[in-house]
């Protein structure tokens, strides 16, 4: 809790530096990133640290909404407004990676301030399954997330129905509608193969980010929406659902891994569209992105670049896409293990 705190303070004084310094200086300056906290897989943490993820997953669930969209009840869902208020401008688009990893941040931050969590973020190892996704550990009733939904007919999703989020109420989604249902899934083994190696190694040889995010879009981050199916299927509300922060954790792990084999480069490496195609926002039925989040991009044309503005709907403050390119730099400090 108090090295987030830390880092936020540390950030605003790298981002008032960053006007008044040349860039040569900030570069040669020593990363305040001395310990980095680690992330680890699902499968590694002991039944303790599963519990204490889960009880604090449950916390944000039960805790009441700060107020700031009409239709959320806890803080939840005011974390998944975020996503939902903005998904027709962070999906399709340059700052798809950024903002997400920027996300899985926010999610840990409200997790250690707002829950007492000591732990990290979790990733699914999602190619580790792969080939047999009813198996996997997240599933279990008793140590993870419970299973696959089941159609009853006193709802119209297929709810899930054992495990700790069985009676979870969710207020934002399905999609823009904002009614209250439960966590629903249904899964595809065969969506959920595009977690395997044969794309991985396709997006992995990609050789800039223009060219890598829209492969890691469409195999290892598809797979586990479509993989789990129902509320992780719902790309706008997804975040309903707890295993979208495990899945997304694994996804910005692959773009860190990605990065890794060229540091040098890819710790600058930014582009694509900022604005989704048409066809892509009329496929998913979002709207065209609106003034108040184009014009504040920081970005003046259709490219992204490191200066593009994140925004958390203001639960941490906005940082720039060049702020979360390094997982161990001076905001975002921690490993992937
Ligand atoms: C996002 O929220 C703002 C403020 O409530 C609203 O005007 C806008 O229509 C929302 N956009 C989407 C795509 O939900
Ligand atoms: C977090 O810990 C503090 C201090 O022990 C306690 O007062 C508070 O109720 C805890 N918060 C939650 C959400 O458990
Ligand atoms: C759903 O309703 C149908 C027809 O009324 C009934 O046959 C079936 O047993 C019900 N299923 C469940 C799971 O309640
Ligand atoms: C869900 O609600 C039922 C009925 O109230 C209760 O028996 C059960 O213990 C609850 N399960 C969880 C995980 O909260
Ligand atoms: C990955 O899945 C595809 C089907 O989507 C399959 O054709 C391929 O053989 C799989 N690769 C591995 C390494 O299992
Ligand atoms: C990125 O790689 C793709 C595919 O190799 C290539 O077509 C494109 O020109 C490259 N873009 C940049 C900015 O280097
Ligand atoms: C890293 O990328 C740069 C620029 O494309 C290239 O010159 C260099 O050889 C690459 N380094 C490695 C280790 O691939
Ligand atoms: C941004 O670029 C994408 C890809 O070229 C294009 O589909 C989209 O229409 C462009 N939007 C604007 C506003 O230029
Ligand atoms: C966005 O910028 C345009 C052009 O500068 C301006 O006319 C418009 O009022 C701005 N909209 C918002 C929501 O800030
Ligand atoms: C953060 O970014 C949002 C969206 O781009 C913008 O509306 C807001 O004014 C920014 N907040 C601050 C404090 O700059
Ligand atoms: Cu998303």
């Not at 899930?160 to 509608?177: H, K, Q, R």
């Not at 692959?254 to 710790?267: F, H, P, V």
């Not at 600058?268 to 195609?277: A, L, S, Y």
């Not at 048409?278 to 609106?290: E, F, H, Q, R, V």
Request: charged share 15%.
């Amino acid at each position: 809790m108090v090295s987030s705190t830390l880092s936020f303070l540390v950030l605003i004084t790298a981002t008032t530096l960053a006007a008044a310094v040349p860039h040569s200086r900030l570069a040669s300056r020593a990363s305040t990133c001395t310990t980095k906290s680690q992330r680890k897989s699902w499968t590694t943490l002991t039944n303790t640290e599963k519990a204490a993820y889960i009880e604090a997953e449950l916390c944000l669930m039960n805790s009441p909404t700060k107020g700031f969209v009409a239709d959320a009840v806890s803080r939840w869902d005011d974390l998944t407004w975020a996503h939902l208020n903005q998904s027709n401008y962070i999906h399709d688009v340059g700052q798809f990676l950024p903002w997400h990893r920027y996300f899985m941040y926010t999610h840990e931050y409200l997790l250690k301030t707002e829950c007492n969590y000591t732990g990290t973020q979790p990733y699914w190892d999602e190619e580790a399954d792969s080939d047999a996704l009813v198996d996997s550990d997240v599933f279990d009733p008793d140590t993870g997330f419970g299973g696959n939904g089941v159609s009853s007919n006193t709802s119209d999703y297929a709810c899930i129905a054992d495990g700790p989020f069985v009676n979870v109420t969710l207020a934002m989604g399905p999609e823009y509608t904002n009614t209250n249902h439960c966590i629903y899934r249904e899964f595809s083994a065969t969506s959920f193969m595009w977690a395997n190696s044969t794309y991985l190694d396709q997006c992995m040889a990609e050789e800039n980010y223009t060219s890598a995010y829209p492969c890691f879009s469409s195999w290892p981050h598809t797979s586990g929406h479509a993989g789990v199916g129902g509320s992780m299927l719902d790309i706008v509300a997804s975040p309903g659902e707890p295993l979208f922060f495990l899945h997304h954790t694994n996804l910005d792990r692959l773009w860190w891994i990605w990065q890794s084999k060229n540091l040098t480069t890819r710790l600058t490496d930014m582009g694509g569209q900022n604005i989704p195609d048409d066809d892509y926002l009329a496929s998913m039925g979002m709207p065209y992105p609106d003034a108040s989040l184009t014009n504040y991009s920081g970005d003046p044309g259709n490219v992204t670049t490191l200066t593009h503005v994140l925004w958390m709907s203001g639960l941490v403050p906005n940082v720039t896409v060049g702020d979360v390119m390094d997982i161990g730099g001076d905001l975002l400090c921690f490993e992937y293990v």
